[in-house]
């Protein structure tokens, strides 16, 4: 069983950084892959980014390619999401979750694991 906790989330203005990070316990999630998810209010849980286990490939959401970056410390079982340059729009909770093998995936469902969720409100 694999326990997420993610943390870092708040109050930022529009333009404004935060990071995210995602602490594993309960088993090593080193061989995992990794996806950050958001949902905001009234809307469907969408994917945000996804890091390989070894972290040498990751994929990002058109809407944050280029502003996110995804990050991982296998020595430290976290993941981490450095968002920059944040809009209104990407107001949400931010959800960690963990996929149990080494492909990358932005399909929610194939996520066994997942987090409580960190709230981030972006103030224009």
């Known amino acids: 069983q694999v326990h997420l906790v993610e943390s870092g989330g708040g109050l930022v203005q529009a333009g404004g950084s935060l990071r995210l990070s995602c602490a594993a316990s309960?088993?090593?999630?080193?061989?995992?892959?990794m996806g950050w998810f958001r949902q905001a209010p009234g809307k469907e849980r969408e994917f945000v980014a996804t890091i390989r286990w070894n972290g040498d490939s990751t994929y990002y959401a058109d809407s944050v390619k280029g502003r996110f970056t995804i990050s991982r410390d296998n020595a430290k079982n976290t993941v981490y999401l450095q968002m920059n340059s944040l809009k209104p729009e990407d107001t949400a909770v931010y959800y960690c979750?963990?996929?149990?093998?080494?492909?990358?995936?932005?399909?929610?469902?194939?996520?066994?694991?997942w987090g409580q969720g960190t709230q981030v409100t972006v103030s224009s």
């Open positions: 309960g088993r090593t999630v080193s061989r995992y892959t």
């Open positions: 979750a963990a996929h149990p093998f080494p492909a990358l995936t932005t399909e929610s469902a194939f996520y066994d694991y």
